[in-house]
């Protein structure tokens, strides 16, 4: 039985789509509420059976997850990708969801990878617990330039220490009394903070789904929790990348443009996963100092003159470990452990 061939253009308040038999001809179009009770009613109306794609927006997961177990097949389409392919004078609702159909119907829509539901909401709640040390960062960020704006002497890697704090606001002298509120506020807030996290940190270890893959990961001399964590719940499946793939989706990797037989290489490139990338540069600055092997390479890196390249250099050799083991599903051993045995 010949399937039905349906595009879908997500917002916030509606749902554009546009229904195609597989030799062209229009079904049905419209738009309708983007709820699951109008979503619901929509299916009821469909013929069957029907295949649909979506552009990936930050409202698919959710459409996605709703309308699985009712199609034959549900694929999402890299927005980066299809906005190459459709760009186009005219561009409204109507119009984008016929171009999603047509290019679902004939067999060319660029399709993205969707991490299974169980994953993503484990991702979410990893990238919420980033949020939250992101916002205690600025807390702390904070609560120093208010005491610097007073003239206030203090130490620097005491500060956010309960006992110091509270010693600090018994005995500091000339800070208004305004500003001591304040930074009992952002005190108070800080704790509140750090908690959270502590907490989405502990039930993430915990999980099942990930905990055997992600102590796997931390053999590797340098990765800690947060970095195997991320590797994790960002890669999903990691067979579906080579390892110049995965450097180049964490964004380690500059831009190429290539013209006339002349190549030019940009800065980092902007087409990556930033959460990753965050958190790849990050280790890579600490991993040196628990891994030789990327202590040598650091070192020969940084004897070239360039500190930022010699950090990307490591964070390189990072993905390349994390990609491996993640693959082979054996733990890290080093090389000289290797010889030696």
Same mark, same amino acid.
């Given at each position: ?34 709820? +699951? =009770?109008?979503? !619901?009613?929509?299916? /009821? ?9 979506? &552009?990936?927006?930050? *409202? ?101 220490? +309960? =006992?110091?704090? !509270?010693?600090?606001? /018994? ?9 001591? &509120?304040?930074?009992? *506020? ?109 202590? /040598? ?45």
């Amino acid at each position: 039985m010949e399937a039905y061939y349906i595009g879908l253009d997500l917002h916030k308040k509606i749902i554009a789509y546009c229904t195609k038999t597989g030799s062209g001809t229009i079904v049905s179009r419209g738009t309708i509420a983007a709820t +699951r =009770s109008a979503l !619901t009613a929509w299916i /009821e109306r469909l013929p069957k059976p029907w295949v649909a794609a979506m &552009e990936a927006t930050m *409202f698919t997961g959710w459409v996605y997850d709703f309308l699985k177990p009712h199609a034959q097949e549900l694929k999402v389409a890299h927005p980066e990708m299809l906005k190459a392919i459709t760009a186009a004078k005219k561009k409204n609702d109507r119009a984008d969801a016929e171009k999603i159909c047509d290019l679902l119907r004939v067999d060319l829509l660029p399709q993205c990878y969707m991490a299974p539901q169980e994953l993503r909401e484990l991702r979410r709640v990893l990238r919420y617990r980033n949020h939250v040390v992101h916002m205690a960062t600025t807390v702390k960020n904070k609560m120093s330039g208010l005491l610097m704006e007073v003239g206030a002497e203090y130490s620097k890697k005491h500060l956010h220490g +309960r =006992s110091y704090f !509270t010693n600090l606001l /018994e005995t500091v002298e000339d800070v208004p009394s305004s500003v001591k &509120e304040l930074l009992k *506020f952002s005190r108070a807030g800080l704790e509140i903070f750090t908690a959270v996290q502590k907490k989405l940190l502990s039930a993430l270890r915990d999980n099942s789904l990930i905990h055997e893959r992600v102590q796997r990961l931390m053999t590797i001399p340098g990765v800690g929790e947060v970095t195997a964590l991320t590797w994790a719940l960002e890669i999903g499946d990691p067979s579906r990348f080579s390892a110049r793939q995965a450097i180049s989706y964490c964004g380690l990797c500059s831009a190429q443009k290539e013209s006339g037989g002349k190549e030019t290489r940009g800065p980092i490139s902007k087409k990556r996963n930033k959460h990753l990338q965050t958190i790849l540069i990050e280790a890579a600055k600490l991993a040196p100092h628990w891994n030789p092997q990327l202590a /040598e390479l650091h070192a020969r890196e940084l004897a070239k003159g360039n500190r930022n390249r010699a950090t990307l250099a490591v964070a390189r050799k990072l993905v390349t470990y994390l990609l491996t083991i993640d693959k082979t599903g054996v733990d890290f051993v080093m090389q000289r452990e290797l010889a030696a045995a």
